[in-house]
């Protein structure tokens, strides 16, 4: 290492750049960033917007919790007492008849 031998060219002022040349070293490390970047967008949507991906980042216990929390914010699982009709509109509505809301 820094012998000194006829054959180092490592302290040539040829070797300042990668590539040759500062433009192109450039235009290599934004490359490299951008791929990074993209990179990193991708496992975020990945790991945020779907059910394997939360399961991944949060784990099984972890993502347990996350749709009991959620669980009470969302609108389809609110019931809706009614006293005029016992039909139900919406799989996810419940309606009770008039007896029952008495009781209630």
């Given at each position: 290492?820094?012998?000194?031998?006829k054959?180092?060219?490592?302290?040539?002022?040829?070797?300042?750049?990668?590539?040759g040349?500062?433009?192109?070293?450039?235009?290599?490390?934004?490359?490299?960033?951008?791929?990074?970047?993209?990179?990193?967008?991708?496992?975020?949507?990945?790991?945020?917007?779907?059910?394997?991906?939360?399961?991944?980042f949060?784990?099984?216990?972890?993502?347990?919790?996350?749709?009991?929390r959620?669980?009470?914010?969302?609108k389809?699982?609110?019931?809706?007492?009614?006293?005029s009709?016992?039909?139900?509109?919406?799989?996810?509505?419940?309606?009770?008849?008039?007896?029952?809301?008495?009781?209630?």
């Amino acid at each position: 290492l820094g012998s000194g031998s006829k054959y180092d060219n490592f302290n040539s002022s040829n070797n300042t750049y990668i590539t040759g040349y500062l433009y192109y070293d450039l235009l290599l490390v934004a490359s490299i960033i951008l791929c990074f970047c993209f990179i990193f967008i991708i496992l975020y949507i990945f790991l945020t917007y779907t059910k394997p991906g939360k399961k991944l980042f949060y784990g099984n216990e972890g993502y347990r919790i996350y749709r009991l929390r959620n669980l009470g914010k969302s609108k389809n699982n609110i019931a809706r007492i009614n006293s005029s009709s016992a039909n139900l509109v919406n799989k996810d509505t419940m309606y009770v008849t008039s007896e029952e809301s008495n009781f209630l």
